[in-house]
């Protein structure tokens, strides 16, 4: 053997150890990084899953929904929801986002919505797993799509935002592009980002155009209706434009759903024709029984609000004879019997009261409506509260309250309706109907008792004797039966005389469980007593002239306001002078808006005079005594005065002016004729003459704009402070400045100071031309 043969063989004989070393640290190395490879696409791949499963669950609930046809629940109440916009807008000055008429199309259950959460939750943790680690590998795309999307579910929308915005950033071509666009553009949306989300989605759709993929033009546009819904509530015609874009290239169901997404947004934007069409176009494609019988509802309400009642009856009978449309007969049964009330309604103008309609009419809406009530009673009570509020509606129309408030006091309170804007009308409409049935009831009961309390009353026996002879008279009447006379004081045994006592506290007791409170009382105060029952009365008449307003009844609501001023009391106090000063202001109001301004005059020197004091008047004197109309009888008369006033002098015109002030007592031409005698008489300067005038204007119109200037000057009178000159408040009226600063400021202070104390208690007592208050029913 060589040398080099020898050598080679010592070498190997050395490395021929490493060998196994080599291959082992080989394998190791393959292993990991077939680990590695696995780990990674099982933690996706879970990851993955999860956010399937809660997808489907979405996709599950959507389709259970579907044309919000799959149960009473579900059901959308267009009328309804048009209503509540009218509402919203009135309320707030701006249109209701459409996101608040929408229902949760989830309609999971609250343990199926933890277990979503859950599959999100998992996700996240998984898909966060491979993001921690810093190798770079192929699956940190995917994790990151998923991530981001199960934030977005999740309503983390700047989590998401900042893992798509990672993602586009670090993979531009990514094969998720498309559907992050819409994610990403569906998160700004959600921070009121609307102008950078139209970038996004113009982008996005831009791409798709490009490719010409239908199913993503079709997303994009469905994405641009919800974006002008969300930026600009009022676009819903807008809206409808791009779902009509939408439509393009899908299937006939998929289209048919967004023609009725499509004809839902034109019946809320009050464009019923256009809605008819595209409720048709559902009608026509859709393979769908339950979305055909929801349309074909829709369609009807769209006909009955273009006053096509006898097409949209047909239409409803067409849902309810045919067994494919069960799930939209109970809407479809609501919707026949109230367009049969409102074809009626329309039939007399509205007139509910007119014989016409209720022999002619009534029959057949009382018809629809009983049947309504026997299928549904025990099945909807959605469906009940509805057919209810319409019944009280008719009701109140029909001018019988009673009946009214009886089947509003059902729901009172109720939530069924579709919108909290609906259920807030409802009880807002029903609650002046139960309240009427209470103070009705409340009446009844005071009646009662005012009969007790007149029984009771004898000129020589106290309400507590009265009371006594009550009870006694009825345990004699219970313990003797047939000997018992009313006119004959009768003979009792020691043992009967027992009874009788035991039969008066039996008595008793049982009035006063039945609320007869007469029977109850500590008769220490009657007088108190009867005051606070008349005061329960006055509230109630009160209260149900309130109603009555409410109902448009008003000789009624003004009878109730002259019965509850006709109780008498004997100790007004603050509570009840405020009461009455409270219904007479009501009653002005009233008047006001019935153009009645001699009553309501009449009624605002009442409540000045007796009631001055209180808020009521304040505002009476601030809503209708400062009413001016140039061209008015006072105004005209103040102008003519005035003329006199400056061409012939003050005596001349003086009775002029105290005319305006009989004739126009509450409008502001006759506060300004009192003032304006006074600061012609201190110009002269007459002071004791002004004061006079001065202190009818603070007595008779303490909240005029005249009265204000004058008590500072009153004021400084009384401190020994020189006044200053009256201001001028109208342009018409000026006085001799000049005459009245040639007086010393003291000579003139003291001397108004000694005519204010020399005539204060003459002019307290000075009468007011107050007019007698109206005949009292």
């Keep these: 053997m060589s040398k080099t043969q020898i050598g080679f063989t010592k070498v190997l004989r050395r490395n021929i150890l490493l060998i196994p070393v080599i291959l082992f640290s080989v394998i190791a190395v393959s292993c990991s990084l077939f680990h590695n490879f696995t780990t990674y696409f099982n933690v996706v791949y879970l990851a993955q899953q999860h956010l399937n499963i809660y997808e489907e669950g979405l996709l599950t609930a959507q389709t259970a929904s579907s044309g919000a046809a799959a149960a009473i629940t579900t059901h959308q109440w267009l009328d309804e929801e048009y209503l509540a916009r009218q509402l919203y807008r009135s309320k707030t000055g701006v249109a209701m986002p459409y996101a608040l008429l929408t229902k949760n199309s989830a309609g999971a259950s609250s343990s199926s919505k933890t277990v979503t959460s859950v599959h999100l939750d998992s996700a996240i943790i998984l898909g966060s797993k491979v993001l921690a680690d810093k190798k770079e590998t192929k699956y940190v795309e995917d994790a990151l799509f998923i991530v981001g999307k199960a934030q977005y579910y999740k309503g983390d929308f700047s989590g998401a935002k900042r893992k798509f915005n990672e993602l586009l950033f670090r993979y531009p071509d990514t094969k998720y592009g498309t559907e992050v666009g819409m994610l990403m553009m569906r998160s700004l949306m959600s921070s009121n980002e609307f102008d950078t989300a139209a970038t996004a989605l113009g982008k996005v759709l831009k791409k798709a155009e490009g490719t010409g993929n239908t199913a993503q033009i079709s997303e994009g546009q469905k994405a641009y209706a919800e974006l002008i819904l969300a930026s600009s509530p009022d676009s819903l015609s807008a809206a409808a434009e791009h779902l009509r874009l939408a439509e393009q290239g899908l299937s006939a169901d998929a289209a048919s759903r967004l023609s009725y997404e499509r004809g839902t947004l034109y019946f809320l934007d009050g464009k019923w024709f256009e809605a008819e069409t595209a409720f048709r176009e ?48 109970p809407p479809a049964q609501y919707e026949y019997a109230y367009t049969v009330d409102l074809e ?47 019944q009280a509606e008719i009701f109140r129309g029909m001018g019988l309250y009673d009946s009214a408030a009886h089947i509003a006091n059902i729901i009172l309170g109720t939530k069924d309706f579709s919108t909290s804007e609906m259920n807030d009308y409802v009880n807002d409409r029903i609650r002046a109907l139960t309240r ?73 007791r049982e009035k006063a469980v039945a ?75 009233l008047d006001h808006q019935l153009g009645d301004a001699t009553q309501r005059d009449s009624l605002i020197g009442i409540l000045t005079k007796n009631y ?42 003086k009775p002029a002016f105290l005319t305006i002030v009989n004739d126009h007592k509450h409008e502001d031409v006759a506060a300004r004729s009192l003032y304006t005698i006074g600061t012609w008489y201190e110009d002269k300067p007459r002071y004791d003459s002004a004061v006079f005038y001065y202190r009818r204007v603070v007595t008779e119109y303490p909240y005029s704009k005249y009265a204000e200037y004058l008590k ?29 600063q040639s007086q010393p400021a003291m000579q003139n202070m003291r001397t108004l100071q000694d005519t204010v104390k020399n005539n204060n208690q003459k002019i307290q007592n000075l009468p007011v031309n107050t007019p007698t208050p109206p005949h009292k029913k």
């Design 282 to 329: 559902t009608i026509d494609r859709t393979p769908d029984a339950a979305l055909q019988g929801e349309a074909m509802v829709a369609l009807a309400e769209a006909m009955r609000r273009e006053k096509k009642y006898s097409d949209a009856k047909q239409m409803l009978q067409g849902v309810l004879q045919k067994a494919r449309f069960a799930n939209s007969h």
């Design 344 to 390: 009626a309604r329309d039939a007399v103008g509205g007139d509910l009261k007119s014989s016409t309609y209720q022999t002619d009419y009534y029959p057949a809406v009382k018809g629809t409506y009983f049947i309504l009530d026997t299928l549904y009673r025990t099945v909807s009570q959605a469906i009940m509260a509805r057919s209810r509020f319409r």
């Design 436 to 508: 009427f049935a209470e103070w009705k009831y409340q009446l009844q009961r005071i009646d009662t008792i005012e009969h007790i309390l007149t029984k009771m009353r004898r000129p020589t026996s106290t309400m507590a004797e009265g009371v006594s002879k009550e009870l006694r008279s009825e345990a004699e009447q219970k313990v003797l039966g047939n000997r018992w006379t009313a006119d004959k004081t009768p003979t009792l045994t020691a043992e009967e005389e027992k009874l009788v006592v035991q039969y008066e506290e039996k008595i008793r």
């Design 515 to 589: 609320n007869i409170s007469a029977f109850s009382i500590d008769f220490s105060d009657t007088a108190k007593y009867i005051d606070s029952v008349h005061f329960i009365g006055a509230h109630a008449h009160f209260e149900l002239g309130r109603a009555y307003e409410n109902f448009v009844e008003y000789p009624s609501a003004i009878s109730e306001y002259q019965l509850s001023l006709g109780y008498n009391f004997n100790h007004p106090d603050t509570a009840i002078n405020n009461f009455r000063a409270q219904v007479l202001f009501a009653w002005v109001e």
């Design 612 to 653: 001055g004091e209180t808020v009521y008047a304040q505002q009476a004197g601030k809503e209708y005594a400062g009413i001016r109309d140039k061209d008015s009888p006072g105004e005209v008369a103040f102008r003519s005065a005035y003329a006199t006033l400056k061409s012939s002098g003050l005596e001349a015109s």
């Design 712 to 740: 500072p000057r009153i004021q400084y009178a009384l401190r020994d402070t020189a006044p200053k000159s009256a201001p001028h408040v109208d342009n018409t009226i000026t006085t001799n400045a000049a005459t009245s």
